[in-house]
C-alpha cells in the first residue's frame, strides 16, 4: 500500500528553481543537487499570516534508519523544507506522511498541517551564525537516524553625637534636606511593625499640607524644624519631658519652644486642624552642629522625640490654639511661653533617626568613591540578575537594562525576582527591586524588553551608543560579536558561568576600542585549548532540568551557590577594570569540594585584520609570533601544520584561534612540506571536546625557505583547491597561510573554488 501525502502549501507554477526567490532555498536547492541522500520531488509556496515561504519537497533516503524500527521512521521519508523571507525564521522541516509517527522533537502544529521536526536545540539566532545548507541536510538526516533508534531523546528530560541612641529608630526620606523648609509640605509617618506588633522602625514621608490638615488617619502629626547652629559639647541623655528638651536647647542658645509654637500656628493657619484619635506629635529636629561657635559646620544631626500629645492638644497646652466644632483653631497668646508652661510637662519618647537609603550612602557602605558608569546590562538571567542585585546595592553605576525574556517559575530558583513577579519581563523584575531598594528615587536607565541583538530598535541602539560601559550576560554568542561588529558601543565586557558552574570568564575591551570582544573570544579559546585549566571548563553539568514541553524548555543544573560566587567575583573585577584602560581575559575555577577560586589572566594581543575579498580573516600578533618561531625552529627546511578556529557566516568573518605544529609524520624539506596526520583527529576531537563544539579545523599553513617570498607556488594552489573542495561538504571556505621570512599570505577558496 502506497503512503498517502498531507498537501501543504501551493504547488509553484514554474517549477523551476530560478523561480525561487528565498536565498536560502536557492542555496538548499543546489545542495541538494549534490547530497546523495536526498532527491528533489517538486518547489511549493505558502503564502499566509502575512509571512511568505517557499517549500522544497524532497525524498530522503537514510541507510542509518533500520528498517522495521518500532519508532515507525522510514528509510525513505517525503520532507518539505520550507524557508522563510523572514530572515528571523528558523527554517522548517515538514513530514509530508499522513501517518508519520509522534516522536519527542516535534514542534506544535496547527491541526490538519504535517508533522514539524524540531531538529535545533539552540534558538535561530544562535543556529543561524554557523548553518549551511550541507549542515541542515545532515542534521535532518542525524535527527531521522537517531529518532529511529531511539537515542535522540535526553534521559533526563521530565522535565560625637548630641544624644545618646535609642531603641526606636525614624527613617526620614532621602529627600529630607530638601524638602524640609518647604511650608506647603508635611512629614508624616507609618511605622513599620515587628511580629510583636512593635514598631520599632518608623518610615516617613512629605505629603502636601494642605491633605494633611484634612486627614485623621495618620498615625502620628509630624512637627519637623530646622535649628539654628549649635557648639557642640558633651553627650546628653534623652530628656524625658518637653520641658527638659526645651531647657537642653535653651543652654546651647536654641529656643526651642517658641520654634514649636510657630510651627503649630503655621500649620492651623486657615481651617485650622482636625481632631483626631492620635495621642502622640512627632518632633523631628535638624540640628547643624559646630565645633566652634564662630566655626564651621561640622555635621548636620537629626534627632527625633515622640511627644505625648496630639497635635491640637500640644497647641492647646502651648496656649496657642483653642478647640471648636471638631477642629482646633489659632488663639493669642497671652504672656508668652514663660507664662504657659502645661507643656512642660508633656513626656518626650527619644527615637534615633536614620539617614534614608540612598545610592550615595550604598557607595560609602561599600567602600566605593565613583558613581560609576552610565552602562548597560543585556542579559538579565541568573548571573546578570545577580550581579545587577550587587550593583544596585552598592550604588554603582546606572544602568539600563535589555533581555527579551520573562520570570518562570523555575527561574527562581538562581533568579533575584520573586514569585509575585512571576510572568513580569525580567528586566521589569529587576528595575522593580532597585525601585524597592531606593523608593524616592526612579531608575534612570531603561528596561527594555527585548533583544540586544536587534539593532533596528531605536531603544536598543540608544542605550547601547550613549553608555559608557556595555556589559553582556547574555550567554549567547550572537550579542557580542554584534556588537563589536556595529562597533557602536565606547566600550564592552562579556560574561558568562561554564556549564559545570564551577568557572567563570570575564573579556574586557581596552578603552581605545582597538580590542573589540570579538577579537578577544579566539584568544579566550586558544588559552583554553593549551592551558590545565582547560581541560573541563566547558565541559560537564550537573544534569538538565526540563521546564516545560517544548524542545528548548531546558534549564542547567547549577547551585544558586555558584552562581552568587561567580556573580561576586565578576561584578567586583568588572567594576574595577572598566577604570582601567587595558583591555582583559581572565578566567576563575573553583573547587567544588574545598571552595577555593583559582584565577587565570591572558595578556590580550593585538588582533589583525585581513581582507579577503567577501570574508574579514582574524588573527592576531601573538599567534603571528608564534608561527614565525614554529618556521625559524624548523629552518632550513620548511615546515606546516593546521590551522584552528571557526566561521561566524552571519558576519562573514573566521576566526583563526591556532596554530597546530606539524605532526611527527610529516616530512619536510628545503624545498617543500607534505604535512602528516598522526595524532590529528584525536586532537581535533580534543579540540572540539574542549571548546563546547566552537572551534575546528579552518585550514592549512605551511613555511617558505630564507630569501623566499610568502607568495603561494604553484603546488600551493593546487593545495588550496584541493583543501576547498575536501570542506566543500560543510560549504566553508578553506583557508591557507603562508609563512615566510618576514612576511604571511594569507589565501582562500571558497566552496565553489573561487579564489
Known sequence: MSDSFVDFGEILDSQSHTDLTISHAQKTFAAIQEHPAFTLIEFRWIDEDDSYSELLVVECRNDAVPTRNRVGINYCERLALRFFRQSDRLPEVRALR??????????????????????????????????????????????????????????????????????????????????????????????????????????????????????????????????????????????STLGQLHDQFERRGVDLSSLVFEDIQRLADGNGLPETKELFTLLVLAIPLLRESDGELE???????????????????????????????????????????????????????????????????????????????????????????????????????????YIKPHNLARHTAYESQVGSYKVDSVQNLESAIYPADRPAGKAIAGSASNFSSDDVVEVLNTADLVVDATTTLEFPRDLSLHGIAKRAASIFITPSGLGSVLLIEDA????????????????????????????????????????RDISAVIPNEHVQLHASILARQIRLHSEQPEANIQVWSCNGDSGAVETDVIVPMPPIVVDLGDMRLVWDEGLRDRVQELRDESLPNETGGILLGYFDLKLSNVYVVDVVSAPV?????????????????????????????????????????????????????????????????????????????????WLAADAMGGQ
Request: negative net charge; contains cysteine.
Open 98 to 239: 499522513s501517518d508519520f509517527p509522534a516522536t519527542p522533537h516535534q514542534n506544535h502544529i496547527r491541526p490538519g498541517e504535517p508533522a514539524s521536526i524540531c531538529l535545533y536545540f539552540e534558538p535561530w539566532s544562535s543556529v543561524e551564525r554557523s548553518w549551511t545548507p550541507q549542515k541542515h541536510l545532515n542534521r535532518i538526516l542525524w535527527w531521522l537516524s537517531n529518532t529511529a533508534n531511539e537515542s535522540l531523546h535526553r534521559g533526563d528530560q521530565p522535565v560625637e553625637q548630641l544624644y545618646f541612641q535609642s531603641r526606636y529608630k525614624l527613617v526620614l526620606p532621602p529627600d529630607y534636606e530638601e524638602k524640609v523648609n518647604d511650608k506647603a509640605l508635611c512629614l508624616i509617618v507609618e511605622p513599620r511593625l515587628l511580629r510583636e506588633n512593635d514598631g520599632r522602625i518608623i518610615a516617613s514621608s512629605f505629603i502636601s499640607s494642605e491633605e494633611a490638615s484634612q486627614r485623621t488617619d495618620l498615625y502620628l502629626s509630624c512637627l519637623a524644624l530646622s535649628l539654628p547652629p549649635v557648639v557642640h559639647g558633651a553627650v546628653e541623655y534623652f530628656p
Open 299 to 405: 555635621r548636620l544631626e537629626h534627632k527625633a522625640f515622640v511627644i505625648g500629645s496630639s497635635l491640637g492638644n500640644l497647641g492647646v497646652l502651648c496656649g496657642i490654639l483653642h478647640f471648636n466644632d471638631g477642629r482646633y483653631w489659632r488663639a493669642p497668646l497671652v504672656g508668652g511661653a514663660d507664662q504657659v508652661l502645661s507643656w512642660r510637662d508633656l513626656t518626650v519618647e527619644p527615637l534615633e533617626v536614620l539617614p534614608s537609603f540612598t545610592k550615595g550612602l550604598a557607595r560609602t557602605a561599600s567602600g566605593i568613591v565613583g558613581k560609576g558608569p552610565n552602562g548597560v546590562l543585556a542579559g538579565l538571567g541568573a548571573l546578570g540578575s545577580a550581579i545587577m542585585n550587587i550593583w544596585q546595592r552598592q550604588g554603582w553605576g546606572t544602568w539600563s537594562l535589555i533581555d527579551h525574556d
Open 512 to 551: 581605545g576600542n582597538s580590542m573589540r570582544l570579538d577579537k578577544l573570544e579566539p584568544q579566550y579559546y586558544r588559552s583554553l585549548i593549551n592551558s590545565p585549566w582547560g581541560e573541563t571548563h566547558l565541559v560537564g553539568s550537573s544534569g538538565h532540568l526540563w521546564v516545560g514541553a517544548g524542545c
Open 665 to 745: 609524520d610529516s616530512q619536510g624539506s628545503q624545498t617543500g612540506f607534505t604535512r602528516g596526520v598522526e595524532g590529528l583527529q584525536e586532537y581535533l576531537r580534543i579540540v572540539k571536546h574542549k571548546t563546547a563544539g566552537i572551534v575546528g579545523y579552518v585550514g592549512e599553513w605551511h613555511s617558505h625557505p630564507s630569501q623566499v617570498s610568502a607568495n603561494p607556488s604553484s603546488a600551493d594552489m593546487i593545495q588550496l583547491t584541493y583543501l576547498a573542495d575536501e570542506l566543500r561538504a560543510d560549504g566553508l571556505p578553506a583557508l591557507m597561510l603562508i609563512v615566510g621570512e618576514h612576511e604571511e599570505t
